[in-house]
């Protein structure tokens, strides 16, 4: 009997071992404890202790939802995922200070995984990756670590992330699940094993390569609608327009679609683009639109940070020796990520003109950074303090503060107030974006 016939695992009954536990795996896990056994694995022993003792950092699932996980265990001994038939990837894909893709968490869990696979499991990736990936990066490891050979002894899987760090509205069984596997028999595997799961539905799409480049174009698009917006906010400015009051104006056509400029960092609008431009220049062409978009959003921190320099020099306050109030410092509101967060830059452009910045957000602690910074974490903003309170992030607290509190902020008459995000009352902002 060839190995092939072994066969897939059978559903019922099945035990999931989930590679990586933050914002995407972690939520996962739980989902799939409405059907399966579940072993979620993470190498960082604190998160496994915390997650453990029923508390999520990153506020994505309940303590209450832990509680009521009785086929969840966690744990960061991988042998106790021996006995699992099934393995999800979903660790993050980040990017180097080159704007090139960073594998090494993925494959170090790729490495990890392959060592405790058998004979007929199937490993499904979920995180973000370029086309080709899987089957071109993950699978050589594979089959090198295990001693196995791909669609013979063991089968990928590809399921892409749709998770939205903080949005407590759409959870991950409410979004539409791309699906994919190496042959036919395991696309139709990992299809039936999400679809038991989803509520929204899953999309099996034609080959693993499709569902990766599907997953990366997401963001990509979002991307450059930003990008767009956010070039036409510098160009706004010059005209001296509001762009705030054009992008009303032009919102009332039909099919005019909404965007607003801001900020964009986390990890995946900031970073999946450059995956996409990785893999198109390795293929010799150079994706210039989107190196653009990426370009423009990129750039945004600075074009921030030098009009309130610039602002501040009018009114004879000059830069050195400003005080600066950041409000938000993680990359997306109501949620206590910080990674890729452009605030960080921002921060770095005030600090580099002399001024002394000081940051609140109800999500972030000096602790939780967990590193030596230039610029102070608040519990709240003083009377009286600031030269310039900024709003970076729309986290709710902020959008409902009392106007008569954030003036009361304002260090003297020649202090001002630049909302990024367009979030706070506009008869108290001086500047929007």
């Known amino acids: 009997m060839k190995k092939f016939d072994i066969g897939f695992p059978d559903l019922d009954g099945l035990n999931i071992g989930v590679v990586g536990l933050g914002y995407v795996g ?39 939802e832990l509680e009521n996980c009785e086929r969840l265990i966690f744990t960061g001994d991988i042998d106790k995922l021996k006995n699992c038939r099934c393995f999800i990837v979903a660790v993050p894909t980040p990017i180097d200070k080159n704007n090139l893709p960073d594998l090494s968490p993925l494959v170090s869990a790729t490495e990890t995984v392959g060592s405790i696979i058998k004979c007929g499991d199937v490993v499904i990736y979920e995180s973000t990756v370029f086309p080709g990936c899987t089957e071109e990066e993950c ?14 002894d063991f089968f990928c899987g590809y399921s892409p992330e749709r998770i939205n760090p903080g949005d ?14 190496s042959t036919e028999r395991c696309a139709v595997f990992v299809d039936s094993l999400y ?25 990509t698009q979002r991307d450059l609608n930003i990008a767009f917006i956010n070039e036409l906010s510098i160009i706004c400015e010059k005209l001296g327009l509001n762009t705030n009051n054009v992008l009303e104006a032009a919102s009332t056509k ?53 009009k ?39 921060i770095d452009n005030f600090l580099a003109n002399g001024c002394s910045v000081s940051v609140w957000d109800p999500f972030i602690t000096s602790w939780d950074l967990g590193v030596d910074h230039e610029y102070s974490i608040i519990s709240e903003p003083k009377v009286r303090e600031y030269d310039v309170i900024l709003c970076a992030v729309a986290h709710d ?3 409902t503060l009392p106007k008569s509190q954030i003036v009361s902020w304002k260090r003297t008459d020649c202090s001002f107030i630049y909302d990024v995000k367009s979030c706070l009352p506009s008869d108290v902002v001086d500047f929007q974006l």
């Not at 899953?202 to 963001?219: H, L």
């Open 26 to 64: 972690l939520p996962l896990a739980v989902a799939l404890t409405k059907a399966y056994n579940v072993f979620a694995y993470d190498k960082n022993p604190k998160r496994i202790q915390q997650l453990q003792d029923k508390f999520d950092i990153t506020l994505e699932v309940s303590k209450k």
């Open 139 to 152: 699978v050589p490891i594979l089959e090198r670590v295990s001693n196995l050979k791909f669609n013979n």
């Open 168 to 181: 407590k509205s759409k959870k991950i069984y409410d979004i539409v699940k791309i699906t994919a596997g």
């Open 195 to 219: 679809k038991n799961i989803i509520t929204a539905g899953t999309f099996k799409a034609a080959d693993i390569r499709t569902a990766e480049a599907a997953k990366v174009i997401e963001n």
């Open 254 to 306: 039909w099919n005019f679609i909404q965007f607003r400029p801001g900020l964009v960092g986390g990890h995946c609008i900031g970073v999946d683009p450059y995956y996409l431009t990785f893999k198109s220049q390795e293929l010799g062409h150079v994706p210039s639109t989107i190196l653009a978009g990426r370009a423009v959003n990129d750039g945004m921190a600075k074009f921030i940070g030098d």
């Open 308 to 346: 309130v320099i610039r602002e501040l020099n009018a009114r004879g306050l000059s830069g050195a020796g400003s005080q600066i109030l950041i409000l938000g410092l993680t990359f997306k509101e109501n949620c206590p990520d910080t990674r890729n967060s452009k605030v960080f830059d921002l």
């Open 397 to 399: 607290i902020f959008t």
